[in-house]
């Protein structure tokens, strides 16, 4: 099941909303406007809170889509934040108690007999909740064993998913990026466009230190340049500063990937059994650094193109661990899939040339089907790391990297679905990657029927609904990003590694504020770069 949560630090959402989850099968986590902080226990201010709690309550809870009321978000982790909650643990506790369990809990379940009920997120649950009686388990609100968790290590490698708690249920994780350029670009000056620039750190959440935090995990997976300022060069400070954004959005999604990944793995391991995992954030309230896949402007964020992948019903995965290369399949189905899987060496000179093309098409590293039971994650296929880059003549760590494809379908009548995954097996700034040379061509309109996904014949047919290229490159691209003022989305971006034999065939669905977008309009503004072009120095430098 697909889930959104409605945190307490934000606010009731409108009618539309639950309107569009039931719609759309999408569960809702619903929480009472309570964060961070302690709370009264005034009969006025309890009395006020029920009247407000009822009144959401009767309007939420009857929609289908609204399958957990929560009572706030991260209070019960507050109380050891305040000086005053942490010298008087008795006295806040029972404020505690008598605001989320004794008022908010009972107008819930009043309303809601069967309604999941959790006090706080995150929490370690109840030891008893039925209808006589609830007894909370205090203790360590983020402990791994119980309830649910929110995770933020800032200091930890977020790419080595050994770093990760082996929680059961995780409703809030992340790490930060910019927006896109193109909605920074319009809430702010040219001259604001340099990463030492105030403007820079003043749109950072966590302004005290949020660049700094930022840049020391970039050093751990990236070649940064010697310094950001270039204050007497303004197109080199451009440059820059572009590069910062870029490596902001591919970071995100890398440290989102590896956490992801790792915790639906875990959802058949008996040391994690973790059954959810909520990202933050979804969506922005400015055009700021945050947690989200969607900026301000509703534009995609590369995080929300590879989250997109990450949540697929059926997903492969390719890790190393250790000398061992492993591959993991996820079916999130609730029938087994019978899957064809490809695990292949390439290189990064590896080229579009169509008779190499030919023989790598031909010669994977390893090809086998296996059935994958239903609503299951298993390791199918493991080789010591150095055996497989040996199946390719002149690879190395530094050289080349594994690809896995997996494909499969959920029942005979159902559509094939397919999954990749690629693994470089050192951190990219440990390599010199060529020059992609990638190329955008084949623009031509999509028909604006709902019921046709293939291109109009003409590419002077002016169409809304969306355009339609190829994004291809003579050398391996490296964390592919699309750049485009038009407001809207792609179909898909933010490749781990695009390879010359496998263009891609994309399409560009603009926001319902354009009135009108052709192939030559959209051609003329779209531009593509991949890590090649954001890499400083040498390798070994």
Same mark, same amino acid.
Not at 35 to 46: E, G, M, T
């Given at each position: 099941m697909s889930m959104i949560r409605i945190w307490g630090g934000g606010l009731y959402p409108v009618d539309d909303l639950f309107k569009f989850t039931d719609e759309n099968g999408l569960l809702v986590?619903?929480?009472?406007?309570?964060?961070?902080?302690?709370? =009264?226990?005034? =009969?006025?201010?309890?009395?006020?809170?029920?009247?407000?709690?009822?009144q959401q309550v009767h309007r939420a809870s009857w929609h289908p889509s609204v399958g957990v009321w929560a009572g706030n978000n991260e209070i019960e982790g507050s109380l050891g934040w305040y000086s005053e909650s942490r010298t008087n643990k008795q006295l806040f506790a029972g404020d505690y108690i008598a605001l989320f369990v004794d008022t908010i809990r009972n107008i819930i379940?009043?309303?809601?007999?069967?309604?999941?009920?959790?006090?706080?997120?995150?929490s370690n649950g109840a030891i008893i909740d039925d209808e006589r009686q609830f007894v909370k388990r205090w203790g360590e609100d983020w402990d791994p064993r119980y309830g649910d968790?929110?995770?933020?290590?800032? *200091?930890?490698?977020?790419?080595?998913?050994?770093?990760?708690?082996?929680?059961?249920? #995780?409703?809030?994780?992340?790490?930060?990026?910019?927006?896109?350029?193109?909605?920074?670009?319009?809430?702010?000056?040219?001259?604001?466009?340099?990463?030492?620039?105030?403007?820079? &750190?003043?749109?950072?959440?966590?302004?005290?230190? &949020?660049l700094e935090?930022?840049?020391?995990?970039?050093?751990?997976?990236?070649?940064?340049?010697?310094?950001?300022?270039? =204050?007497?060069?303004?197109?080199?400070?451009?440059?820059?500063?572009?590069?910062?954004f870029y490596i902001t959005h591919m970071q995100q999604a890398r440290c989102y990937e590896a956490a992801i990944n790792y915790w639906r793995r875990l959802r058949s391991q008996p040391a994690g059994l973790t059954m959810g995992v909520l990202?933050?954030?979804?969506?922005?309230?400015?055009?700021?650094?945050?947690?989200?896949?969607y900026d301000y402007e509703g534009r995609w964020k590369p995080l929300a193109y590879a989250v997109k992948r990450m949540y697929a019903n059926l997903q492969v995965q390719a #890790?190393?661990?250790?000398?061992?290369?492993? #591959?993991?399949?996820?079916? *999130?189905?609730?029938?087994?899939?019978?899957?064809?899987?490809?695990?292949?060496?390439?290189?990064?000179?590896?080229?579009?040339?169509?008779?190499?093309?030919?023989?790598?098409q031909q010669q994977p590293a390893a090809l086998f089907t296996v059935p994958v039971a239903p609503l299951f994650a298993e390791m199918v296929w493991t080789m010591p790391t150095e055996d497989l880059l040996a199946t390719?003549?002149?690879?190395?760590?530094?050289?080349?990297?594994?690809?896995?494809?997996?494909?499969?379908?959920a029942s005979p009548s159902a559509a094939e679905e397919t999954s990749e995954s690629q693994l470089?097996?050192?951190?990219?700034?440990?390599?010199?990657?060529?020059?992609?040379?990638?190329?955008?061509?084949?623009?031509?309109?999509?028909?604006?029927?709902?019921?046709?996904?293939? =291109?109009? *014949?003409?590419?002077?047919?002016?169409?809304?609904? &969306?355009?339609?290229?190829?994004?291809?490159?003579?050398?391996?691209?490296?964390?592919?990003n699309l750049n485009t003022k038009i407001k809207g989305r792609f179909s898909d971006d933010a490749f781990t590694a695009l390879h010359p034999c496998q263009p891609r065939s994309i399409t560009f669905y603009p926001h319902a504020s354009v009135e009108q977008l052709t192939a030559a309009q959209l051609k003329a503004d779209l531009a593509a770069e991949s890590l090649f072009d954001h890499q400083y120095g040498m390798a070994g430098q």
């Open positions: 986590w619903m929480e009472t406007m309570f964060a961070c902080a302690p709370y =009264p226990r005034d =009969p006025d201010f309890l009395q006020n809170v029920a009247t407000e709690v009822t379940k009043k309303d809601q007999p069967s309604m999941a009920f959790v006090d706080s997120s995150p968790v929110h995770h933020y290590a800032y *200091d930890a490698d977020c790419e080595d998913y050994s770093t990760y708690p082996k929680a059961k249920f #995780i409703s809030e994780f992340g790490s930060q990026s910019y927006p896109t350029f193109a909605t920074y670009a319009e809430y702010t000056a040219p001259s604001d466009w340099q990463v030492d620039n105030y403007m820079t &750190g003043f749109r950072n959440r966590r302004f005290a230190n &949020g935090v930022l840049e020391t995990q970039f050093k751990r997976h990236f070649r940064l340049p010697a310094t950001w300022s270039a =204050p007497n060069d303004p197109e080199e400070a451009y440059k820059l500063f572009r590069s910062f990202y933050w954030q979804l969506n922005d309230i400015a055009a700021f650094a945050s947690w989200s896949g #890790i190393q661990d250790g000398p061992q290369t492993k #591959i993991f399949l996820v079916n *999130d189905h609730t029938t087994a899939v019978n899957t064809s899987v490809e695990v292949s060496v390439l290189s990064l000179s590896d080229s579009a040339d169509a008779a190499e093309c030919a023989v790598q390719r003549k002149g690879c190395t760590k530094t050289t080349c990297y594994i690809s896995v494809t997996a494909s499969g379908k470089f097996l050192v951190p990219l700034k440990d390599i010199n990657l060529p020059d992609p040379e990638l190329q955008l061509s084949e623009f031509r309109p999509l028909r604006p029927s709902q019921n046709s996904a293939e =291109p109009a *014949d003409s590419d002077s047919v002016d169409s809304p609904a &969306g355009v339609t290229f190829t994004l291809k490159s003579n050398r391996p691209a490296v964390l592919t």
